[in-house]
């Protein structure tokens, strides 16, 4: 008999597959993919994302930390992973112990990285990030002969690639930051080249990027909120249109649900919740859910946000607390305990989606999905 959690995440893995097709879809042959799956797979659970890229082609996963390449190695990802962010200072062992093809973006972590191969008798593939605009991550122009030197001095550094990243490619229709910044990326590449340094695969296109943008391919694509069925921006999305892109390619995989755990008759003039923030005008009918901001949903949805139940709107009353939640039921019928209440996706007819969320909270979609605790079970239908 399946067990009935109280609270659960499902990750649809036809829209996961279909997203993943839909975008990959323009490249041609010889791009490869890196699927960024940081952020506990931006909140949709990194075991169940690579359980289902297993089953793909997908050449890369692309990681943020040590503890997520770990965690891809032992769900069974057997190909390449990027690892994007910085490595700890303990933790360079672990480009060799799990195969990883880390991100450099600084000079010292390149030497450290050569000094280990070569006492280690090991090679290590590392990608050169290049500053181009963004001003957190990244090589500068004026560090380029130095890195060139200490390739020269370790050749056990195999250079794997070389990237960027854009600053302002899905927050505006007015493209020419990101243009130029693909001019830097460029221009650097070839005084790299002729220091001597040939620079494996190129690649710099985000989300954004790869849906409006095919210069930007290079040799592999790196999509991310796309491939998990949202776009990047509404400016994104606008931009896409006005290019003469087809509506519906991204289908949202994720739903966020929960049971109802009490139901309460709440007098007319009656507080909710912590604080008194929210009064009863008439006498209403309270439903309790065993979720709260501990869980992923955003406090500021408090007295605002509302979730779904039988197909109805059920609006959140008082303040969200760490690990339950009150919504109002007074207006809808046949409800009973642990009926099943959702708080992202489809019931009926309504639908809530992370940019509803994102709308509420003044936020973006990427900061909800990606705050969903990891502690909630992912379900794959």
Not at 74 to 101: C, T, Y
Request: hydrophobic fraction near 40%.
């Amino acid at each position: 008999m399946e067990k009935k959690e109280l609270s659960w995440i499902e990750i649809d893995r036809r829209a996961i597959l279909n997203n993943l097709e839909n975008l990959t879809r323009p490249l041609g042959t010889g791009v490869k993919t890196a699927v960024a799956v940081k952020a506990n797979a931006y909140g949709h659970g990194l075991k169940e994302i690579t359980s289902i890229l297993s089953e793909t082609k997908v050449d890369y996963l692309a990681v943020h930390s040590v503890s997520e390449a770990e965690t891809a190695r032992a769900s069974g990802w057997k190909r390449n992973i990027l690892m994007v962010g910085p490595l700890g200072q303990d933790e360079f062992d672990a480009v060799i112990r799990l195969d990883l093809e880390p991100t450099v973006f600084e000079t010292a972590t390149l030497d450290k990285l050569g000094r280990l191969c070569r006492k280690s008798k090991t090679i290590a593939r590392p990608h050169l990030k290049l500053e181009t605009g963004t001003h957190r991550q990244g090589l500068t122009g004026n560090e380029l002969d130095k890195s060139a030197a200490i390739l020269k001095k370790y050749p056990e550094l195999k250079i794997a690639g070389i990237s960027t990243h854009f600053a302002n490619i899905e927050d505006t229709t007015d493209h020419s930051y990101a243009m130029e910044q693909l001019r830097k990326f460029r221009e650097l590449i070839v005084r790299l080249r002729k220091l001597g340094i040939k620079p494996g695969l190129q690649h710099a296109a985000c989300s954004a990027a790869l849906l409006l943008f095919p210069e930007t391919y290079f040799d592999m694509v790196r999509p991310g909120i796309a491939f998990y069925g949202y776009w990047p921006s509404k400016e994104t999305y606008v931009s896409y249109r006005l290019k003469g892109g087809k509506n519906s390619i991204l289908t949202p995989a994720l739903a966020f649900k929960t049971r109802i755990t009490q139901i309460k008759s709440v007098p007319a003039d009656s507080f909710i919740g912590y604080g008194c923030t929210y009064r009863t005008g008439t006498r209403a009918k309270i439903a309790v859910i065993p979720v709260g901001y501990s869980d992923g949903l955003d406090r500021r949805l408090s007295n605002l946000g509302y979730v779904l139940i039988n197909g109805r709107r059920a609006p959140i009353r008082g303040r969200i607390c760490m690990n339950l939640a009150m919504v109002d039921i007074t207006h809808i019928k046949n409800i009973r305990l642990y009926d099943p209440v959702t708080i992202i996706g489809k019931n009926g007819e309504e639908n809530i989606t992370a940019d509803t969320h994102a709308g509420w909270c003044q936020s973006i979609n990427y900061e909800i999905l990606s705050r969903l605790s990891p502690l909630l079970k992912r379900r794959v239908i």
